[in-house]
């Protein structure tokens, strides 16, 4: 896709979002399931359903503007990419302590919270700017469900990092 106007970049945007957010619903509920942490596993399960909803508000915002949704792996994203596979090989860890490899998912998945963050908020910019004010409230539930599971990552964190921690000290 060729990036002539602001609307350009901004179909753009939403294309890579809702590819990021399509390898969301996939990719969390498996690390839920990897998660010692019962804590960390809801989170993860609970934000896969909302993923599932920010797939359809892009799938809406697209319509609205005359688009589509693509093929999630025309709109891939290289770092979301980088990120998934990051949690695979997280995931396949075995040989690994349980509190750590909760803090390494738990890292990976927060490194993905603040790409979908920074997404969304330029998408909403973008469609703020070019007064597409319907598109720009659907975005801007988004971007504050995004920063909330930012947010309750971070609180998570806070406990795992310390049992991780614990680790070291046991060795």
Request: glycine letters at 4%; proline letters at 3%.
């Amino acid at each position: 896709m060729s990036l002539h106007t602001l609307k350009d970049l901004l179909v753009d945007q939403l294309q890579m979002l809702h590819a990021t957010e399509k390898h969301c619903v996939e990719i969390l509920p498996r690390l839920a399931k990897a998660a010692i942490s019962p804590r960390l596993a809801s989170m993860l399960y609970a934000h896969s359903d909302e993923s599932r909803e920010h797939i359809k508000r892009i799938n809406d915002v697209l319509r609205s503007l005359g688009d589509a949704p693509r093929d999630p792996a025309e709109g891939e994203c290289n770092e979301v990419r980088g990120v998934h596979k990051d949690l695979i090989r997280i995931i396949e860890t075995t040989d690994s302590d349980p509190f750590v490899r909760d803090a390494a998912l738990l890292a990976a998945t927060q490194h993905l919270e603040h790409v979908e963050i920074a997404g969304y908020g330029c998408a909403r910019t973008w469609a703020q700017v070019l007064g597409y004010d319907e598109a720009a409230i659907q975005l801007q539930k988004t971007l504050s469900e995004e920063r909330k599971a930012d947010a309750d990552l971070s609180r998570i964190a806070e406990t795992l990092n310390r049992k991780a921690i614990s680790v070291i000290a046991a060795f």
